[in-house]
């Protein structure tokens, strides 16, 4: 009894780095072993994908991401900006990646063309490329007085001047018949940072005119994003890794040549690191409730 | 996956490596290692933050233009168009925003009153503009039937909404005071466990993202720094 005893009052007091070895185990346990177990069925990803599905293929329209995301969030954005840009990329959409976060900027040139060349290895007769296919405007500073006067340009051309490498954007193809907010068909916002999302909610609109509006956001703010969701200012988004998983899936579905991401395997990390954190907090609870015990019966000894 | 040793790349890894195992073995205990990578973090963000808005904006949009240096210069010492005068209009905010830097003296601090006045009034007013674009598509979607015909679970799911509303917005009435076993106490009660729901929803999201960020992280040490760091010879 004793021994039964001084275990459950162990349970009650397992040092924190035995609880951190646990996790981080069981989150390697797929990166070593390559286990990839199927992502749940996402309803706010799924209409994200629908969206991107039913957008026009047109001339002088590009989708606008704001890649406001950077090292620090990169585990959670950067698996969902490449899914979305992947799908845009294999339906010939061009799109304009802007940020409002200065450690976005390599991330904005490395992932397209990492993704574009991936997608070339996979079909080799085809190609994507920078000016055609995307453009990258860069940082522009001033948070929601640069978003909103983005909104009020009468000529982007003018209001934007170049790209990131100096090139006027006039001299852009993908860039060309793009002149106000009406060119730009979706607005695509990938972020973890506070008051980033809704900066683009409250101030990219222009009178009579407001593209729709898809997220990815990090694990943090999926509670927040369900807001947005429900009343109809997020037309779809992506909840942390498990959205960007569940996009994954549906992509390889309607592309069964491709490579899935590195998301799939994140995801199915996060799955056992949950079992373990919850088996932490069953086991935690059992040997307060046993320590507690204890301690009432040896009061009521002393009585 | 292994690149050349001692290349930049090979550096790049090798560094990015120390470095996140510097940052977690905080997890162990607080260490001076800790210490020294977490500020060297903080310095290299605010380093590339200042060099981002200098490149990329100030001297892109503003000194270039106002210097006349986005001219095309000819052979023959030429320009390809007359200096535009009016991009001398962008001295005059940049001096309004110089006078923040009056705050450093005790004689002249008032005038940087006029800076942040200015400052102060524009973003009260891109406040009260985002907080109406804002919330009014969020108001006008609080007004949900209770009873959705042939739809069972759409009607719950309202039902559920507008109590939730209802009650945690009653939590909030502070100017009366709430008698116990009155419909007013029990109504902020109920708002209380509605809202202690929401935040336990914040809180398991919040773990989620650190074991995302984790999780990427044992990636790279897996799968990029262990493959390319020839001794450990973590991928065959």
Redesign the interface.
């Known amino acids: 009894m004793k021994v039964i005893i001084g275990f459950l009052t162990f349970l009650n007091d397992i040092d924190r780095r035995i609880i951190y070895l646990f996790v981080a185990i069981s989150l390697a346990i797929p990166l070593v072993l390559n286990v990839e177990l199927p992502p749940a069925e996402m309803m706010t990803a799924e209409a994200f994908y629908g969206e991107v599905e039913r957008l026009p293929i047109e001339k002088g329209k590009v989708v606008l991401i704001a890649v406001d995301w950077g090292p620090n969030t990169l585990a959670e954005n950067k698996g969902q900006f490449e899914v979305a840009i992947e799908h845009l990329m294999r339906r010939r959409i061009a799109f304009a990646l802007i940020t409002t976060y200065p450690l976005a900027e390599p991330f904005m040139k490395s992932v397209p063309l990492d993704v574009a060349k991936r997608l070339t290895r996979e079909i080799p007769n085809e190609h994507w490329a920078y000016g055609r296919d995307w453009v990258n405007l860069g940082y522009r500073p001033g948070g929601g007085l640069m978003i909103q006067s983005l909104a009020k340009a009468d000529n982007l051309h003018a209001h934007l001047i170049a790209d990131s490498l100096g090139t006027p954007l006039e001299d852009i193809p993908a860039m060309q018949g793009v002149k106000t907010i009406k060119d730009i068909t979706m607005l695509m916002e990938f972020t973890g940072l506070a008051g980033a999302l809704q900066n683009w909610i409250q101030f990219f609109q222009a009178k009579e005119y407001r593209p729709p509006f898809v997220h990815g956001c990090t694990s943090i703010t999926i509670p927040e994003g369900h807001l947005y969701f429900a009343s109809g200012q997020l037309v779809g988004f992506f909840e942390g890794v498990a959205g960007a998983a569940w996009y994954d899936t549906l992509l390889s579905r309607n592309y069964p040549n491709r490579l899935s991401s590195s998301s799939i395997r994140y995801n199915t990390g996060l799955a056992y690191a949950h079992l373990v954190v919850i088996a932490f907090i069953i086991i935690g609870n059992v040997g307060l409730i046993a320590t507690t015990m204890q301690v009432h019966t040896k009061n009521q000894g002393l009585e | 996956m292994m690149s050349a040793l001692f290349s930049l790349h090979w550096w790049e890894v090798f560094l990015g490596g120390v470095s996140t195992l510097a940052i977690y073995s905080f ?2 205990r607080e260490n001076a290692v800790y210490r020294f990578f977490e500020h060297l973090f903080i310095g290299i ?1 605010t380093g ?2 200042i060099i ?2 200098f490149r ?2 100030l001297w ?2 503003i000194f270039k233009p106002l210097l006349g240096m986005d001219r095309v210069i000819f052979p023959d010492g030429t320009y390809s168009e007359p200096y535009n005068k009016l991009y001398l209009l962008y001295l005059a905010p940049m001096a309004l925003g110089l006078l923040y830097y009056f705050i450093l003296t005790k004689r002249y601090s008032w005038l940087a009153q006029i800076a942040i006045g200015f400052g102060l009034g ?1 973003s009260g007013g ?1 406040a009260f ?3 109406i ?2 919330m009014y ?2 108001l ?2 609080s007004f949900r039937p209770l009873y959705i015909k042939d739809n069972v679970g759409a009607s719950i799911s309202n039902i559920v909404f507008i109590f939730t509303l209802t009650t945690a917005l009653s939590y909030f009435f502070f100017t009366f005071k709430q008698r116990k076993g009155r419909i007013a106490e029990r109504s902020a009660k109920a708002g209380r466990w509605m809202m202690m729901g ?1 935040f336990g ?2 809180f398991g ?5 650190r ?9 790279f040490l ?2 990029t720094w262990g493959c390319n760091m020839p001794w450990l010879k973590v991928c065959g």
């Open positions: 997890l162990y963000a590339i933050s981002m808005v990329t904006f892109q949009e524009v891109l503009k985002g907080f674009n804002e598509p969020q006008t979607n929401c929803a914040f999201s919040t773990i989620m993202a074991m995302a960020l984790l999780v990427e992280r044992l990636d897996i799968n």
